[in-house]
């Protein structure tokens, strides 16, 4: 019978099993050694890219805090303007009342009659004066009451004075304000 020795080949066979395994032990660490360092990168790049994004957004959350701060700014110096225009209109309302209301006691208050006080207090006009006959004071009174200016008019007080002459005080106030002129847009 043949004797075989089969010694080298189990010996080359194990050598395989043991470089098979070798390989098996030695790549699942390297691999999972190389997922790990993979998976490392990507969370850095990852937190990289999320800083750059906060940073982003941080920057545009100033940019839009000093927007509304501006605004802000803005709207408040609108609203000291427009509060400034209204009392100015008012003013100007108020004079142009005053001229329109002398200028109309300049050209129809009868010749008999003279005033010789005109004040206003809490919106309410006083006229005080003096005249001969008390038809004229009663057509100064009609005269005021007829106009678009004064609304109220009412003779308070007539009196017959030492010298002949009757003194009276009529109290009147003007109408209401007139709306607001629409502020003009330049184009």
């Not at 080298?8 to 190389?34: A, D, E, G, N, T």
């Not at 100033?62 to 701060?69: E, H, T, W």
Request: aromatic letters at 6%.
């Amino acid at each position: 019978m043949l004797q075989v020795n089969l010694l080298p080949w189990r010996k080359l066979r194990r050598q395989k099993r043991m470089r098979c395994w070798l390989k098996i032990f030695v790549s699942f660490p390297v691999s999972v050694v190389v997922c790990a360092w993979l998976l490392a990168a990507f969370i850095v790049q990852e937190r990289t890219l999320l800083q750059v994004k906060l940073s982003a957004l941080n920057s545009g959350i100033q940019k839009i805090m000093l927007q509304q701060r501006r605004v802000e700014a803005a709207s408040a110096q609108v609203k000291v303007l427009t509060e400034a225009r209204l009392l100015s209109h008012q003013r100007v309302q108020r004079s142009r009342d005053y001229l329109q209301l002398l200028e109309l006691l300049a050209l129809k208050m009868p010749e008999e009659l003279w005033l010789t006080e005109l004040t206003e207090h809490q919106g309410m006009l006083t006229l005080k004066g003096e005249g001969r006959l008390y038809h004229d004071i009663l057509a100064l009174s009609d005269m005021l009451s007829a106009g678009d200016l004064l609304s109220k008019v009412s003779l308070s007080d007539v009196q017959q004075q030492p010298n002949q002459n009757l003194s009276f005080v009529m109290k009147t106030q003007f109408r209401a304000e007139r709306p607001l002129p629409a502020p003009e847009v330049p184009q």
